[in-house]
């Protein structure tokens, strides 16, 4: 009898919880956690390869830089959304 009180609050548990994550999967936005890693001629170049996926290049001396140069080695979180603002892409050329 316990037994089958235990499978009915399992089955009721994943009935209740699944639309849930069903919401959270659907939203434009995604969570990754990515070790940085450059050997140091990438370094020096500003290529910085987040885990197995994805590659950065990045100008070497801004802070986006620098925070990745310290980060090297180390496990960090990004957060990707969708800017939900419409804007013009532009170019800044100044720096």
């Known amino acids: ?12 548990l994943l ?4 639309p849930a994550s069903a ?5 434009d936005e995604t969570v990754l956690t990515v070790k940085v890693s450059a050997a140091d001629h990438e370094l020096v170049e500003g290529y ?10 990045v100008k ?3 802070d986006l830089y620098r925070f990745l140069a310290r980060q090297r080695g180390h496990s960090v979180k990004l957060t990707l959304s969708e800017n939900a603002g419409r804007q013009l892409s532009s170019l800044d050329r100044d720096r």
Do not use: E, K, N, Y
């Open 60 to 62: 070497p001396g801004t």
């Open 48 to 57: 910085f390869s987040l885990g197995d996926t994805a590659t950065v290049m």
């Open 23 to 27: 919401r959270a999967s659907d939203q």
């Open 1 to 12: 009898m316990r037994r089958t009180r235990t499978r009915w609050f399992a089955a009721s």
């Open 15 to 18: 009935i209740l919880l699944g």
